[in-house]
């Protein structure tokens, strides 16, 4: 960017911007990690001493694992896009929730940890799914400016937008694109000269879950449909929720012990060593498999510690 035009866009923002007051603004960031453009972005918030937060989609984050780690590692907020960033309003409440719930055991294994934010892909989300994900324990996200960044707009009109529109606190949607990544390094440094302080979102943690000690609970209306939503009906009788069978069925791992041990005793009487590289293939595809299950596994119990303490509320 030429210095006389960023001269001019600093005086425009000084005419609508007071710049006395300290403003936290947050820039947030869709559809990665997509090399090398969630690698840019997130370098040049980083040469600023500024974090952002990314809303990763699942399906890419299998692709570029480790990258993944590297930004939560370096503060950046780490938020759930979904796994295949297909639209909300055109599936059905369970195929929503699973694609939630897919992205999230992705992230976990990448993080250590799983998030309570996320992100409708396109923003759109019925009132009925969103209280459903909420009282599972999910925190939607929006925005305040839509840079509109992924039409391939220019870096002044992104800058412009982006000034011009913020206030105290707003949160802005970009995108892993081109065009963020190239207006990015110009953005961030009239925000700082107009004493925006660039942060990344809180990160929202679900907790360890916690338990009634008792072996049954009994559960009304709402807490019936969430937990048949999340797989649970087999363990519904009535106005009651049979506990103590649902943890142990979901914390029985001998199952995977077994399969994995045939796989390894295939690998190991291999005659040949294309035998040997097929077998090895599939115990690593299996031991991606277990972890990935067990990771689901302990979600389901974080979800059902949600349900079972929901307070009484009318819907």
């Not at 040049?44 to 809303?55: D, V």
């Not at 949600?306 to 509320?313: H, V």
């Amino acid at each position: 960017m030429k210095k006389g035009l960023l001269w001019v866009l600093l005086t425009i923002a000084l005419l609508y911007t007071p710049i006395f007051k300290e403003k936290e603004i947050f820039l947030t960031f869709d559809d990665g990690p997509i090399p090398p453009y969630t690698i840019e972005i997130a370098s040049t918030l980083e040469k600023e001493g500024a974090r952002g937060t990314f809303f990763l989609v699942g399906k890419k984050v299998i692709e570029h694992g480790s990258f993944v780690r590297e930004l939560s590692e370096k503060g950046h907020t780490i938020g759930n896009h979904t796994f295949s960033h297909n639209r909300f309003n055109q599936e059905s409440v369970e195929e929503s929730l699973e694609d939630l719930i897919r992205g999230e055991v992705v992230l976990a294994e990448q993080i250590g940890y799983f998030t309570k934010l996320y992100r409708p892909p396109g923003g759109g989300i019925s009132r009925i799914k969103r209280e459903i994900f909420e009282d599972l324990g999910f925190k939607a996200v929006f925005w305040d400016v839509n840079t509109r960044d992924f039409e391939n707009r220019g870096s002044l009109y992104i800058i412009l937008k982006t000034i011009l529109i913020s206030w105290d606190k707003s949160i802005v949607l970009m995108h892993s694109c081109p065009s963020a990544s190239k207006s990015l390094p110009a953005l961030v440094k009239i925000l700082k000269f107009l004493n925006f302080n660039i942060k990344a979102l809180p990160t929202e943690r679900f907790t360890p879950p916690s338990f009634p000690t008792s072996e049954i609970v009994k559960i009304n209306e709402r807490q019936k449909l969430l937990l048949k939503l999340i797989g649970m009906e087999s363990f519904i009788e009535g106005d009651v929720f049979l506990l103590e069978r649902a943890l142990s069925n979901i914390r029985n791992y001998n199952e995977f012990n077994h399969f994995l041990s045939n796989v390894r005793a295939f690998e190991r009487k291999a005659a040949t060593l294309d035998e040997e590289l097929f077998w090895r293939k599939e115990k690593r595809r299996l031991e991606i498999y277990i972890r990935r299950t067990i990771l689901r596994r302990k979600l389901l119990e974080c979800l059902i510690s949600n349900i079972l303490s929901l307070p009484e509320k009318a819907y």
